[in-house]
């Protein structure tokens, strides 16, 4: 990987795409190439005039343009967040099936420019968009990343922090399984500072109490649909997201995120992609955070993680 250049290269200008693209020119730093790839390539052209246009009052220089797909060939990173929308009547796995003609359109040109360095997926449902990346690209699973649950752990230490009355920061847990309805939080690893929440719990001199942390997860797991129904997508917390993890990876961090990457044993499970924490450096997914997991929680798990399979079975690549 060309560190020095740090060039990432995005596919689809959409709002996900595009509010990845003004969160790394406000955020400065990151990378000092960007290109925008489009099948409308006129938008993609507008968008980068738009970004270049700020760029004076960005913190830092970047080059930003449209480009196409053999400008991936000496990239660090190509961030993927193209897609089509769900019709009405439409399936999830008649979805799925779009989607992933959509990618075998992007990732072959992709692969054959002679790129070689890491793919983040962005695309819903992102843990099987990311294992058709992979399936697609056979690029080795460390280098092909999700964007997972990364966002649902934001949103999760959000919450927390403000029930807690203390810097989100400070807060350490973690949103695991499918970016999905069957995601969850492991309740017995979630840390206030170095002292575990379910011992404040169980300390009658305060009153918080387990219900709130099962109405948090609640509120976690929905946040997508309330936001959808306010104003029709989400794009903000995700193009956020990309840029944390982004930023882990140009700037070999080794941070620990979490993001959907193939298990290879961890969780007693293999093969499939699913959101876990990782730690993240400049090669992609250095090693996967096994978590300690309760009886409980890893049945949880196995039901997240087979609903995964499930849905990936039913493709035809």
Same mark, same amino acid.
């Given at each position: 990987?060309?560190?020095?250049?740090?060039k990432?290269?995005l596919?689809?200008?959409?709002?996900?795409?595009?509010?990845?693209?003004?969160?790394?020119?406000n955020?400065?730093?990151?990378?000092?190439?960007l290109?925008?790839?489009?099948?409308?390539?006129?938008?993609?052209n507008g968008?980068?005039m738009?970004?270049?246009?700020?760029?004076?009052?960005?913190?830092?220089?970047?080059r930003?343009?449209?480009?196409?797909?053999k400008d991936?060939k000496d990239a660090?990173?190509?961030?993927i967040?193209a897609g089509?929308a769900q019709?009405?009547?439409?399936?999830?796995?008649?979805?799925l099936?779009?989607?992933?003609?959509?990618?075998?359109?992007i990732i072959?040109?992709?692969v054959k420019s002679?790129?070689d360095?890491?793919? @983040?997926v962005a695309?819903?449902? $992102? #843990?099987i968009?990311?294992?058709?990346t =992979?399936?697609?690209?056979?690029? +080795?699973? /460390?280098r092909?990343i999700g964007?997972g649950?990364?966002?649902?752990?934001?949103?999760?230490?959000y919450? @927390?922090?403000?029930?807690?009355? $203390? #810097?989100p920061?400070?807060?350490?847990? =973690?949103v695991?399984?499918?970016h +999905?309805? /069957?995601?969850f939080?492991?309740?017995?690893q979630?840390?206030?500072?170095t002292?575990?929440?379910t011992?404040i719990l169980?300390?009658?001199?305060? #009153?918080?109490?387990?219900?709130d942390?099962?109405?948090?997860?609640?509120?976690?797991?929905?946040?997508a649909?309330?936001?959808?129904?306010?104003?029709?997508?989400?794009?903000y917390?995700i193009?956020?997201?990309?840029?944390?993890?982004?930023?882990a990876?140009?700037?070999?961090?080794?941070?620990?995120?979490?993001?959907s990457?193939?298990?290879?044993?961890e969780y007693e499970?293999k093969n499939?992609?699913?959101g876990?924490p990782?730690?993240?450096?400049?090669?992609?997914v250095?090693?996967?955070?096994e978590?300690?997991l309760?009886?409980s929680e890893?049945?949880?798990?196995?039901n997240?993680r087979?609903?995964?399979?499930?849905s990936?079975n039913?493709?035809?690549?």
């Amino acid at each position: 990987m060309n560190t020095d250049k740090r060039k990432v290269v995005l596919i689809g200008t959409g709002m996900v795409g595009m509010s990845f693209a003004y969160a790394v020119v406000n955020q400065g730093g990151i990378c000092n190439e960007l290109v925008l790839i489009d099948v409308n390539k006129e938008r993609a052209n507008g968008e980068a005039m738009d970004l270049n246009h700020g760029l004076a009052f960005a913190k830092s220089n970047m080059r930003i343009y449209a480009g196409e797909y053999k400008d991936c060939k000496d990239a660090d990173i190509v961030v993927i967040a193209a897609g089509v929308a769900q019709k009405d009547g439409e399936t999830r796995l008649d979805l799925l099936q779009r989607n992933t003609e959509v990618f075998r359109s992007i990732i072959s040109p992709v692969v054959k420019s002679g790129f070689d360095g890491i793919f @983040l997926v962005a695309t819903n449902p $992102v #843990d099987i968009m990311t294992r058709v990346t =992979y399936e697609l690209s056979r690029f +080795g699973a /460390s280098r092909v990343i999700g964007t997972g649950t990364s966002l649902d752990t934001a949103r999760l230490r959000y919450l @927390l922090g403000d029930y807690f009355t $203390v #810097d989100p920061k400070n807060i350490h847990a =973690y949103v695991i399984g499918e970016h +999905g309805d /069957s995601e969850f939080v492991p309740l017995s690893q979630v840390m206030l500072a170095t002292k575990s929440v379910t011992e404040i719990l169980e300390d009658d001199k305060n #009153d918080y109490k387990i219900e709130d942390m099962e109405s948090i997860e609640e509120q976690v797991r929905t946040s997508a649909y309330k936001i959808i129904s306010a104003k029709r997508a989400t794009y903000y917390g995700i193009g956020m997201a990309i840029t944390r993890i982004v930023k882990a990876i140009l700037g070999d961090e080794n941070s620990v995120l979490t993001v959907s990457a193939k298990l290879c044993g961890e969780y007693e499970s293999k093969n499939v992609f699913i959101g876990v924490p990782c730690i993240i450096g400049r090669n992609g997914v250095k090693e996967i955070v096994e978590l300690s997991l309760t009886d409980s929680e890893k049945e949880k798990f196995q039901n997240s993680r087979q609903v995964l399979e499930d849905s990936f079975n039913g493709l035809e690549l």
